[in-house]
């Protein structure tokens, strides 16, 4: 029994599953979750004192590595002037600014405190603003718990093979209409039915909650041109591309070269720098049906705390472009350090990417992964034992196969040589599964 088998053991009796998110359990590659009590740059070390190379970077918010000292540095002197005022301070509009800088079509942004709170707000938003109802989402995109977008949603759902969520009523599920990603046809099909009555399209800017999966070429402008030509909103979600992809996220990718802005975009994770932070923005003229400026009520105790702006200012201010293109040229060195490995084997694969994000799925590189049928076909059984010889060499993957790599600017040498080390032995795992 290991220190973490013990923690489990404690946790399961005080926590359901012993967790406090679904996706942090080891429920479908099996084997009790380690527990992690300190991090250093690309390390995590858990309770029995073994350090891992972190390729999650807490879901994505750790661009720059962990203890990155510029970020301890403000929180620690945030702390010191006191936790929470319940007031507007100055970090929130310095913290707005930055992310305006980067993003276009952010006239407005609202501080929250979870990508689930932003993209929640955005559908009560678009509905608001339009007077309609139904909000059109994509099957295997995740944007959070809230009822209305847990229909055939990525991640933790999706590791689950759950069609939805128990709990969530008939009425609202069926304000949710839920087309394959990457498909034309079907969002026409969706416009012509119910055209006058869709309040928004919400989609991830580029998904990466089914594994990562590249939207076609045009497809996120044809998004917007289809949802405006019916009325309707386009909300982009970037909680987890946001920040990462690019300065501006998968849209500083895609939509600044192919001309494409949403009317709101969602942001999370790397906004916040590790602390609870998320927002959504877009243009002034829908942003402004807000509460207390217009009608559309929204509110938060801890929203725009003043540790989490310090920790988001800091991390947005040394996101530089010099992150951004070592994360990249990281990026697609450790994709064909990983290719070369499971081909070595001769496990069939493909890296799907978006920017400088990836996922490796099995068995799929005759079709490619286009939607989350693809991405729900393949040979999910490999993953298990080459994620577990991954983590017995000391490297921290996603306990799923439908999550993305994560790297930080912190990832140097020594650590990404012990990734590249672990490859084989994990590549001969898979083969044998
Ligand atoms: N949207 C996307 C695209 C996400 O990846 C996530 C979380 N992984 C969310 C929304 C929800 O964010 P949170 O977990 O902070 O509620």
Redesign the pocket.
Known sequence: MTVSDDLFERARTLMPGGVNSPVRAFGSVGGSPRFMVGSDGPYLTDADGKDYVDLVCS?GPMLLGHKHPAVQEAVHSAVDRGLSFGTSTPDESALAELVMQRFGGVDRLRMVS???EA?MTAVRLARGYTGRDLIVKFAGC???HLDSLLASAG?GVATMALPGSAGVTEATAAETLVVPYNDRAAIEAVFAEHGDSIAAVIT?SAP??MGVVTPGEGFNKFLLDTAHAHGALLIV?E??TGFRASDAGYWGLSGRVEGWTPDLFTF?KVIGGGLPT?GLGGRAEVMDHLAPTGPVYQAGTLSGNPIAMAAGVATLTHATPEVYAQIDALSLELQQAVSGALNAEGVDHSIQTAGNLFSVSFGTSERGVHDYADAQAQEAFRYAPFFHSMLDSGVYLAPSVFEAWFLSAAHDDVAMQRVYDALPAAARAAAAA
């Open positions: 879901w979870t990508g689930t993209t995740y944007h959070g991640s991830e990466a909650n979600d909680v987890l999370g998320a």
